[in-house]
Nanobody, 122 residues
């Protein structure tokens, strides 16, 4: 599976962005899809995950009620809608594919897209 993330940019605090991750390859719906982020000078961290069929989602506590992960299996694309953005959300955001739902550590994801940078100004 090849992944291509897009949609990052500069936004003011309180604003919104939608990230997209397009997948190339077969059986996209067989993979759980996750979003991770790496803030400047910090380690990569889990953000959200969605199951292959889209019925299950899970978020890190700091983004619950602000971020929404979704997917369109017909378009082989996963999204991350980010609302009420805060300066601490500034990071490079990565999409990734895992064989199983429920994985929140990087090592459990076998396929990664390139990062898309999100910068939130105060």
């Amino acid at each position: 599976v090849q992944l291509q993330a897009s949609g990052g940019g500069l936004v003011q605090a309180g604003g919104s962005l939608r990230l997209s991750c397009a997948a190339a390859g077969r059986s996209f719906n067989n993979y759980a899809m996750g979003w991770f982020r790496q803030p400047p000078g910090k380690e990569r961290e889990f953000v959200a995950i969605i199951s292959g069929g889209g019925g299950l989602t899970y978020y890190r506590d700091s983004v619950k009620d602000r971020f929404t992960i979704s997917r369109d299996n017909g378009k082989n694309t996963v999204y991350l809608k980010m609302n009420s953005l805060k300066p601490e959300d500034t990071a490079a955001y990565y999409c990734a594919a895992a064989q199983r739902y429920g994985r929140t550590t990087s090592k459990d994801y076998g396929y990664w897209g390139q990062g898309t940078l999100v910068t939130v100004s105060s």
